[in-house]
């Protein structure tokens, strides 16, 4: 069967038939199809994109998620048909957004007890998906993370262009818990916060980084940034200002193995480990610049951290 483009042409979160074999007849027509509508109808290999005239910025292109969207199949969801596409756990837009986004403002929202019931985001269960110029925000996971997006093991994930902030969990990796292979190229992660491990990506898989900034991302627990259990790939790209309270405020590095290649580092470092990187494994950095900030006292017996004195 040949690829298709289904297009969105409303913000509104609904699926108006459950059937299995649905048309676009059983969904309102072509004027009347959501995102969750378009998932629905799409098969492997199709094109999910937003119609230009109608998301055109603004409230008029957030689509405000009731329950996490899961992804079954290998679709690419592009927003760079239209303007800001922002996709967004939060339904009832409750939340604390940054000033003049509606990006939400996780430790905000989430001290105020006001992401309790915003829904994780997309859930890629099966095979895979590639995102392409939009915004994911205001996710929220209970148990083993994933508030913006959850990559399953087995599946196979791209974001090219795409911002995804603002993601609340409460275990591992809140902006985006990786078990498969992803790749971000061109894209910004950033004010995501974790209970545990990992304030914004926790790799259980394969993860490459190109051209891309992790930035500002805090969890409450132990690690940084980046939780690496994998291996990964991180090459020409900004990881600056994160937190962690145990070990590695970038990047807490326990996996196969990491390598860093022409990266730029810029780091609030961790109140215990107190540097940018926690390593146990293998950790390779080529041409790599780190620039350290408001540094605390090294502690005594942490071999494993980088830029002691």
């Not at 040949?2 to 649905?22: K, P, Q």
């Not at 048909?81 to 604390?96: K, L, P, Q, W, Y």
């Not at 205001?138 to 083993?144: F, S």
């Not at 950095?285 to 090294?298: A, E, K, N, Y």
Request: glycine fraction near 12%.
């Amino acid at each position: 069967m040949d690829e298709a483009t289904i297009v969105v042409t409303t913000t509104a979160d609904e699926l108006d038939s459950t059937l299995a074999n649905a048309s676009v007849a059983d969904f309102g027509e072509l004027g009347d199809i959501s995102l969750r509508e378009a998932n629905a109808l799409s098969k492997a290999g199709d094109t999910i994109q937003f119609d230009g005239t109608d998301f055109t910025g603004g409230a008029t292109s957030l689509i405000r998620l009731f329950c996490e969207l899961e992804i079954g199949k290998l679709v690419e969801i592009d927003g760079s048909t239209a303007t800001d596409v922002v996709i967004s756990g939060d339904a009832n837009s409750d939340g604390i957004a940054l000033a003049g986004t509606f990006i939400t403002d996780a430790a905000a929202s989430d001290a105020g007890d006001l992401m309790d019931d915003n829904a994780r985001v997309f859930n890629i269960t099966t095979n895979g998906a590639t995102f392409v110029q939009l915004t994911i925000t205001g996710g929220n996971a209970i148990g083993l993370g994933g508030g913006g997006v959850r990559v399953a093991s087995g599946t196979n994930v791209t974001f090219e262009g795409v911002t995804v902030a603002g993601n609340s969990a409460s275990f591992k990796g809140r902006g985006d818990l990786n078990q498969g292979v992803v790749t971000f190229s061109n894209s910004t992660v950033f004010g995501n916060k974790s209970g545990s491990y990992g304030g914004d990506l926790t790799i259980l898989g394969t993860m490459t980084l190109t051209n891309t900034t992790i930035s500002g991302n805090t969890p409450d627990g132990e690690r940084g940034d980046i939780h690496n259990n994998g291996s990964g790939t991180i090459t020409n790209s900004t990881i600056s200002r994160n937190f962690a309270e145990v070990s590695g405020g970038s990047i807490s590095q326990n996996g196969a193995a990491i390598t860093l290649t022409i990266s730029l580092w810029w780091e609030i470092p961790s109140l215990v480990c107190s540097r940018e990187v926690h390593s146990s494994s293998l950790l390779l950095m080529t041409s790599v610049t780190m620039r350290l900030v408001d540094q605390i006292p090294w502690m005594p017996g942490c071999s494993s951290c980088f830029c002691q004195p």
